[in-house]
């Protein structure tokens, strides 16, 4: 079990670094997820139209590392609700912070949504949040999209290059997009409609200190995936089209 080394920030942003870099340092397969992830490696999301603050932090760890990472939360202070990881805790958990400001949430191996995002493998190396394109398709899967993940997506758009390399920390890895959403008619569906929203809020609030413009961007990403290879489900499954549901809408799980 991890020793404490310190007690809980006061601000959720700076808490999120802290356990984030933790669990690097620590060897955990274990990533920060979410609206933190994102201004973690975000700059412009950090002040301006599209700042916000942040209730909750989220994780995705994998199953083998399930056992040390809520270890390190319970020597962090944090308090597990027994109840639900009782019921969830094959696929989910979750954390309070003691004196109530902000909760954990825990993906384990996966991210199941409006899509699914298999995480397994995902899930190491330098980085204290999992890679830039799955933070994308993290964003861009949501069906009932709101401007908060639109505005996430925006400026990490802004701030990222598109790359070819699947091993370039800094880059969204345009390999990545293309072998899950080849794999997947309704998620790419899903995604390419919301990056014509992103388009549109770019359109009518850009940032103007942004490192790259979202528009040429957005382009490029829709044509890397009109371009990736399909698969034989994934082209069954275009035939049907819209005729059939092709996300999911899951029920919030209380706590």
Known sequence: MAERVTSILSDIRDEATRLAEAVVSLGMSARLIGGLAIWLRCPSVRDGAFERSYDDMDFAISAAAATRFKALLITQGYLPDQFFNGLHGATRLYFGEPAGRWSIDIVIDELVMSHKLDLRGRLDGPSPTITLADLLLTKLQVWEINRKDLGDTLCLLADHALAEDDADVEGISLP???????????????????????????????LPEATHDVAAQIASLEQAIEDAPKSRAWRLRSRVGERVRWYETPEEVKH
């Open 176 to 206: 990545r997009v293309r072998a899950v959403l080849g794999k997947d008619w309704g998620f790419s569906h899903t995604v390419l409609r919301n990056t014509r929203k992103v388009a549109e809020l770019w359109s009518q609030e850009p």
